[in-house]
T-cell receptor, first 111, second 114 residues
Framework: GIQVEQSPPDLILQEGANSTLRCNFSDSVNNLQWFHQNPWGQLINLFY???GTKQNGRLSATTVATERYSLLYISSSQTTDSGVYFC?????????????FGKGTRLHILP | GAVVSQHPSWVICKSGTSVKIECRSLDFQATTMFWYRQFPKQSLMLMAT?????????EQGVEKDKFLINHASLTLSTLTVTSAHPEDSSFYIC??????????FGPGTRLTVT
């Protein structure tokens, strides 16, 4: 099956710093999403981005489907950005097809 | 965005008892929902796909007789952990795809079996 690899696995930054999280996938996909899991376990949708670039405030994401990777950028980090960031992909065309998660990047922002 | 709820948010039960967890899509219909399990500091592991009106599809290694799934309506799926043991203690999360193909997750249920 498809492999989803995220890097780095852990990241510690000072408040105000910028960061880039990477998601590589081993096969073509029809859907890619980025999530932030907060300390209470809730998965928050960040981006639905099978291709192209999107921005939402201090966060932006780029997916280059032909090269099988996606990047999540966080600018001017805040302590509330701490948590685990997951990339998840779906290979099937049907919205009911399952999605596969990477292992996540654990981000810790120091005040 | 779409909203998915889960109930209960946490539960403590004794070994040998059964626990039911509900997953509801509040503002959209879902013919399919997904159940995940997450251990501390690990990623989400897909357990099964819940299909409205038909049997669930279980991932390899997941005991279907232990984790009973019922998708009774287009907005409700339930996961019952039968004869729970301490090793079943975990964080269980459900999700459902919206019409726009985006996956939305419930807040999760933390199960502790004593």
């Amino acid at each position: 099956g498809i492999q989803v690899e995220q890097s780095p696995p852990d990241l510690i930054l000072q408040e105000g710093a910028n960061s880039t999280l990477r998601c590589n996938f081993s096969d073509s996909v029809n859907n890619l999403q980025w999530f932030h899991q907060n300390p209470w376990g809730q998965l928050i949708n960040l981006f639905y981005i099978p291709s192209g670039t999107k921005q939402n405030g201090r966060l932006s994401a780029t997916t280059v489907a032909t090269e099988r990777y996606s990047l999540l950028y966080i600018s001017s980090s805040q302590t509330t950005d701490s948590g685990v960031y997951f990339c998840a992909v779906r290979q099937g065309l049907n919205r009911d097809d399952k999605i596969i998660f990477g292992k996540g990047t654990r981000l810790h922002i120091l005040p | 965005g779409a909203v998915v709820s889960q109930h209960p948010s946490w539960v403590i039960c004794k070994s040998g008892t059964s626990v039911k967890i509900e997953c509801r899509s509040l503002d959209f219909q879902a013919t399919t929902m997904f159940w995940y399990r997450q251990f501390p500091k690990q990623s989400l592991m897909l357990m099964a796909t819940s299909n409205e009106g038909s049997k669930a599809t279980y991932e390899q290694g997941v005991e279907k007789d232990k984790f009973l799934i019922n998708h009774a309506s287009l907005t409700l799926s339930t996961l019952t952990v039968t004869s729970a043991h301490p090793e079943d203690s975990s964080f269980y999360i459900c999700s459902a795809p919206s019409r726009a193909y985006e996956q939305y997750f419930g807040p999760g249920t933390r199960l502790t079996v004593t």
